[in-house]
């Protein structure tokens, strides 16, 4: 049970902070970066979803109400085990396991068996769902590496990385997905523009 009494501590004024188990750690550190990479995607996830179930779409009204919001708490999970210094120990403290890559891998699976093969690269839009699902993927590659950047002086465990790259996958194939039971023009690149033709 989370409990929150009071928002503001003062304790990170000075530039510090404290990390789950007790380490007092510079903002400017790689873990901080880190989380809060991952705090952004979960931000954008809480954008998607609310865009996702204004659809009026059934299908993606309901991986709204499933899919999106278990990535979201999923993404809570990895922002503790990440606000917790290598080693420490707390009481309920998360474990993140390989059946949480799978369900992704799943999901992916199943978005991709009713999706046409891409002969070209995709840009974003068309939708807002799809525009939206693009960001998160791009800031889920931004989150994946600055946990690798962590990882060089501190080891992450292999499994959240893993999954934060499955999970940027999974945004890049819920675009097309839900571009597709919108109806929506699905953008792909187009060489001759890019060479001024």
């Known amino acids: ?79 503790s085990l990440v606000a917790t210094a290598h080693g420490a120990q707390w009481d309920g403290m998360t474990r993140f396991t390989e059946e949480r890559v799978q369900y992704l891998e799943g999901r992916i699976d199943t978005y991709l068996a009713s999706l046409a093969n891409l002969d070209s690269f995709v840009l974003p839009g068309g939708t807002e769902v799809n525009a939206t699902a693009h ?29 934060i790259n499955r999970l940027s996958d999974l945004f890049f194939v819920f675009a097309r997905w839900a571009a597709q039971h919108q109806g929506g023009t699905e953008f792909l690149w187009d060489t001759e523009i890019s060479r001024g033709s």
Not at 8 to 34: P, W
Not at 148 to 158: G, I
Request: with cysteine; charged share 30%; glycine share 10%.
């Open 1 to 79: 049970m989370v409990r929150l009494t009071k928002i503001y501590t003062r304790r990170g004024d000075d530039g510090e902070t404290d990390l789950l188990g007790g380490e007092r750690v510079q903002k400017t550190s790689l873990r901080l970066e880190a989380g809060g990479v991952i705090d952004e995607v979960n931000c954008l996830i809480g954008v998607l979803r609310t865009q996702a179930e204004s659809s009026g779409i059934d299908a993606i009204v309901g991986e709204a109400e499933a899919t999106l919001q278990q990535i979201q708490n999923d993404l809570f999970d990895i922002g």
């Open 135 to 163: 960001l998160a993927r791009a800031v889920c590659r931004k989150a994946e590496r600055a946990l690798w950047h962590l990882h060089v002086d501190e080891p992450v465990d292999l499994v959240v990385l893993k999954y």
